[in-house]
């Protein structure tokens, strides 16, 4: 027995041994790289060789060692191309087991590779060359080099050792070589209680991290862009796929950007033209030619991206999009900015960064930035309006949260500008209700009227053209709290003019009052609120950040069966605090002796706070739900 305990033992330490001994063995991590990770990047090397304005190399070296299937997107195996500015000279991975044994090698020509076609796309040249691997256990470690040439200088690539929540960074290097001597312009964000070497000139960069543990993601948070370290890098003279250019602010990036990207795209077919001159000439106001104008683009066009012409930065003609009558977020506003100069009316391009995440422009730092175009028209209301033009459905100066209250770039004949899209604030974002529930002794009966204002217009006007079944499946998500719940009747009236989105709707369902004796106890949460819980986190990371607030106002009126009558009813709820207020008010109807009225009022705003108040602010959504859930007492008579 003693023998067989000593020759495992002598087992095992081989084992231990020979995992000590290969680089890239996974079994003894630091816990403080795998602690609350789910891969960790073992080794990263960016190197950017910038050998002329138009010529460029970046070599990438990545280690990364996957613990869990949560983390087999953080394998980064994968390089873009294009046939126009941007080739694949060297690839390859090599894949290892938790003991460091090599398990797979993926040469170039063996890499999956596809167009990279993304839903809307009609036609792109960009493809993407990727490693397809399923593994058979974790953990288990990736590695991947790659070469890249480029001719496009006008994007380097960032620094930013964390692509995402629950990911750790062992090492990363970045270093910019440049013996073009081309000026390099960079920005620092979020480094400063990092462990990071720099070497920074004017002509090159070095960065280095060390041991990052994994981020954590928490509700109610900044995005991550806005926490993670990166390092932002730009030329001041690049060139855009063969066309060169120069800039050091935003006035200058958009003269440039004008001249090459926008300028002499505008003709339209004269045809077209009169079609416009006859749509608008009883028009009032240049606000309500641009309105009807707008119509008109949304019932011809419709959205297909194309992602060709100077490095997909570039619209298609306007004469094109009028001719084929589709095109993308740059074609379309493009079109919609020619069909309003037609009529003398001035309007801007404008880049931006699209997302419910109210991602903005960096304003500090000039450079090609954005995932998407809008239309900024100024001088011709009180405010400036904003059109979307790749929807065929949204109001006439309405974005919603895609485009929401952030930073975006103007690119104008003059000069670049940045400015700030619309916010929605919680008094435009307004949900109205109004309910009168019969209840019988196993059953209700409910007729609703729901208006939608400001962004919950946007969440909610599509429903109108729903399926029959996504419209089912949508108010019983609604109406989860309820049980049985059938739709009998459904109306919609969507008010474009003034972005309000109403619903009438009447319902039946299960009785959801509880029996006690000759007691019955009804809930008076009827609809709830869309408030979450928030979870308790004793230790705090980052600020606290509600990006859009809103209002909630509802009138739940019940009439109780005949054979009962009110016994008690709860008390007026008053809540008011920094991040909001809550109000709750139950009253016997003085029409009729058999009625309650609960009239709820819900108000969240949007803001940023510190970390230290984020037990208040947990309490305060949190009371929201407990106190909606106040009963009322009724007794048989």
Known sequence: ???????????????????????????????????HANAVVREQSIKIEIESIDEMHIKTHRVVTVLNKYGDKFVGAYDFYDDESRTIKDQEAFVYNKLGEEIKKIKGRHFKDRSYVQEGNLYTDDRVSYLDYTPNEYPYTVVYESEIESNNTAFIQPWQPISGYYLSVASSTYSIINPSHIPIRYKEVNLEDKEIQKKVSKFDVFYKAENIPAFTYEKYSPGLYEIVPKVKVALEDFSLVGVSGHAKTWQEFGKWQYKNLLKGRDQLPAKTIQEVNELVKNAATDYDKARLIYKYMQNRTRYISVQLGIGGWQPIEAEEVDRMQYGDCKGLTNYMKALLASQGIKSNYAVVNAGEEQKSMDPDFVSMQGNHVILNVPDIADADVWLECTSQTLPFNYLGDFTDNRYVFLVKEDGGEVVKTPEYSSEENTENIACNIVLKQDAFEAKIVKENKGIFYE?????????????????????RNLRGIHIEKMNFEDDKKNAKFSEDLEITGKSFFTKAGTRLLLPLNFMKADVSNVPHKKDRLYPIVVRRGFSNKAIFTFTIPEDYKIEALPKPIHVENEFGNFDLDVKASKENTNQIVVTRNVQLVQGKWETSKYETFRKFFNNINILSNQKAVLIKK
């Open 459 to 479: 969440n909610n006007f599509r429903i109108q053209v729903a399926t029959e079944e996504d419209q089912d499946r949508h108010y019983k998500k609604l109406f």
């Open 1 to 35: 027995m003693k023998l067989i305990v000593t020759s495992f033992l002598l087992m095992l330490c081989g084992i231990i041994t020979y995992a000590q001994e290969s680089s890239y063995q996974s079994m003894f991590l630091d816990t403080t790289l795998t602690n």
